[in-house]
């Protein structure tokens, strides 16, 4: 027997060996009897079987002999060549997920996960579970990809791989507009994390500032911000790129949606600069993405440098496992720099891509290609047609969530109306930015008046 079996041996749960060595005496046809011969007592082979003992290397060759099955077999379910196989298949799938190909991802990772069950490797299962989930974000299927998730977050052994997965989990409930689950999701596994091992990782940290997300997202601004200033002091305390570059990122973020463009930038390139180090080509891209964004939003927009940015972020994006709302995004944002630089031709036409696309999967981001399409038509000198974005941006967000995103939209649609005279439109949408953060109008109660 190899090191690597004698390890094996010396670490795999007796029960799950004794069921293993069960099944394929049974499926010879013998009985404890026939399998323990002259060497071994039917007692012991019973012992075995039940995961009472735990045979030595010496024992378990013989019986592995007998059975006519190879000692890896029994350690692992599956043959060392069977188990490679199965391994290097999930590495093709995440590679073709790295890579952008997310159907490529799903269908590998899913073969992978049905051999895996089969030769009992839960591991790998796990590992293919959490490789199909994300492809399925990828792909835009947000509710799949939540479905996908949340088994393997409640599984409580899942090492390094559950808190990536209850990142991701945290991320698609916060996408789809779940924000009270993405919260509870993440305050859960947060607090469970707290103190122990794990608690030390780059992902724990990942994970609180996915968490801050969520809250900031909701409305609860000083919340998030808190939680991150948190997170930038334990990321330098562990001195780790990825880590540090996730608290810096959100940190920008949160700047930016205080109107304070200018101390966003230079938070977003630290960012962006510890982010290279690193292999996450996905969220460096969409790191790039929002410098590119804050840029835009400068007092004096730097349309130049933003444009650059937004198009490596596309083109860095198009090759990774951004999902489709990430590219979405990117688009809108390109957009809006073409706007900016005087080509409403162009803004214009990927407005029309990012609605067209968008309506259903994330009626908010389609909202807001709409106003933008609406501004592009306003600079033309139609303002018919303006007016006709605004309505139909209005309709799209009426059917969104309430958000701080969609609080936002509705106040800048307000003031688009406006300016296109629809003055009526513009109350109702004032009124609609108010509703989406939670204000509601006091009860009218009349005074009664004495009568002399």
Request: hydrophobic share 45%.
């Given at each position: 027997?190899?090191?690597?079996d004698?390890?094996?041996?010396?670490?795999?749960?007796?029960?799950?060996?004794?069921?293993?060595?069960?099944?394929?005496?049974v499926?010879?046809?013998?009985?404890?009897?026939?399998?323990?011969?002259?060497?071994?007592?039917?007692?012991?082979?019973?012992?075995?079987?039940?995961?009472?003992r735990?045979?030595?290397?010496?024992?378990?060759?013989?019986?592995?002999?007998?059975?006519?099955?190879?000692?890896?077999?029994?350690?692992?379910?599956?043959?060392?060549?069977?188990?490679?196989?199965?391994k290097?298949?999930?590495?093709?799938?995440?590679?073709?997920?790295?890579?952008?190909?997310?159907?490529?991802?799903?269908?590998?990772?899913?073969?992978?996960?049905?051999?895996?069950?089969?030769?009992?490797?839960?591991?790998?299962?796990?590992?293919?579970?959490?490789?199909?989930?994300?492809?399925?974000e990828?792909?835009?299927s947000?509710?799949?990809?939540i479905?996908?998730?949340?088994?393997?977050?409640?599984?409580?052994?899942?090492?390094?791989?559950?808190?990536?997965?209850?990142?991701?989990?945290?991320?698609?409930?916060?996408e789809?507009?779940?924000?009270?689950?993405?919260?509870?999701?993440?305050?859960?596994?947060?607090?469970?994390?707290?103190?122990?091992?794990?608690?030390?990782?780059?992902?724990?940290?990942?994970?609180?500032?996915?968490?801050?997300?969520?809250?900031?997202?909701?409305?609860?601004?000083?919340?998030?911000?808190?939680?991150?200033r948190?997170?930038?002091?334990?990321?330098?305390?562990?001195?780790?790129?990825?880590?540090?570059?996730?608290?810096?990122?959100?940190?920008?973020?949160f700047?930016?949606?205080?109107?304070?463009?200018?101390?966003?930038?230079?938070?977003?390139?630290?960012?962006?600069?510890?982010?290279?180090?690193?292999?996450?080509?996905?969220?460096?891209?969409?790191?790039?993405?929002?410098?590119?964004?804050?840029?835009?939003?400068?007092?004096?927009?730097?349309?130049?440098?933003?444009?650059?940015?937004?198009?490596?972020?596309?083109?860095?994006?198009?090759?990774?496992?951004?999902?489709?709302?990430?590219?979405?995004?990117?688009?809108?944002?390109?957009?809006?720099?073409?706007?900016?630089?005087?080509?409403?031709?162009?803004?214009?036409?990927?407005?029309?891509?990012?609605?067209?696309?968008?309506?259903?999967?994330?009626?908010?981001?389609?909202?807001?290609?709409?106003?933008?399409?609406?501004?592009?038509?306003?600079?033309?000198?139609?303002a018919?047609?303006?007016?006709?974005?605004?309505?139909?941006?209005?309709?799209?967000?009426?059917?969104?969530?309430?958000?701080?995103?969609?609080?936002?939209?509705?106040?800048?649609?307000?003031?688009?109306l406006?300016?296109?005279?629809?003055?009526?439109?513009?109350?109702?949408?004032?009124?609609?930015?108010?509703?989406?953060?939670?204000?509601?109008?006091?009860?009218?109660?009349?005074?009664?008046?004495?009568?002399?």
């Amino acid at each position: 027997m190899d090191s690597r079996d004698a390890d094996l041996l010396k670490e795999i749960d007796p029960q799950q060996l004794g069921h293993r060595i069960r099944a394929a005496r049974v499926a010879k046809g013998w009985t404890q009897t026939e399998l323990a011969g002259d060497d071994i007592s039917v007692g012991y082979v019973s012992r075995i079987e039940s995961g009472q003992r735990r045979p030595n290397s010496a024992v378990l060759g013989d019986l592995a002999t007998r059975l006519g099955v190879p000692v890896d077999h029994l350690l692992r379910g599956v043959t060392a060549r069977e188990y490679d196989e199965i391994k290097l298949t999930l590495d093709f799938a995440e590679l073709s997920l790295e890579s952008g190909e997310h159907l490529e991802a799903e269908a590998r990772a899913r073969e992978a996960v049905d051999r895996a069950t089969l030769a009992s490797q839960d591991e790998l299962a796990y590992r293919g579970r959490f490789i199909v989930a994300r492809a399925l974000e990828g792909q835009g299927s947000l509710d799949d990809a939540i479905l996908e998730l949340e088994p393997l977050v409640d599984v409580k052994d899942g090492g390094v791989l559950r808190v990536r997965a209850a990142i991701a989990l945290c991320r698609c409930l916060r996408e789809s507009g779940d924000l009270s689950t993405a919260i509870e999701v993440g305050e859960r596994i947060v607090h469970e994390l707290s103190g122990s091992p794990l608690d030390g990782c780059d992902e724990s940290v990942q994970l609180t500032v996915t968490l801050a997300g969520a809250y900031y997202v909701r409305g609860d601004t000083s919340h998030a911000i808190r939680i991150c200033r948190k997170a930038i002091t334990r990321a330098e305390g562990l001195a780790s790129p990825a880590a540090r570059a996730a608290a810096y990122w959100n940190a920008s973020v949160f700047e930016s949606s205080r109107g304070s463009a200018a101390n966003a930038v230079p938070l977003a390139e630290r960012a962006l600069a510890l982010m290279a180090e690193g292999q996450d080509t996905r969220n460096l891209a969409r790191l790039r993405m929002q410098l590119g964004i804050m840029q835009l939003q400068l007092d004096t927009p730097d349309v130049t440098e933003a444009q650059q940015n937004l198009e490596l972020a596309h083109d860095e994006l198009v090759w990774s496992s951004a999902s489709a709302v990430d590219l979405a995004r990117n688009a809108l944002a390109r957009a809006r720099a073409h706007y900016l630089d005087g080509n409403m031709t162009r803004a214009e036409d990927i407005c029309a891509e990012v609605i067209a696309t968008m309506s259903d999967e994330a009626p908010v981001l389609a909202a807001d290609a709409q106003a933008l399409a609406g501004q592009a038509a306003a600079a033309r000198g139609d303002a018919e047609g303006a007016k006709a974005a605004y309505r139909s941006a209005v309709f799209m967000l009426t059917a969104a969530g309430s958000d701080r995103g969609a609080a936002q939209l509705w106040f800048e649609l307000a003031d688009l109306l406006e300016d296109v005279g629809d003055v009526d439109a513009a109350r109702a949408a004032y009124r609609s930015a108010a509703a989406s953060t939670g204000l509601r109008s006091r009860a009218k109660v009349r005074a009664s008046v004495s009568q002399f």
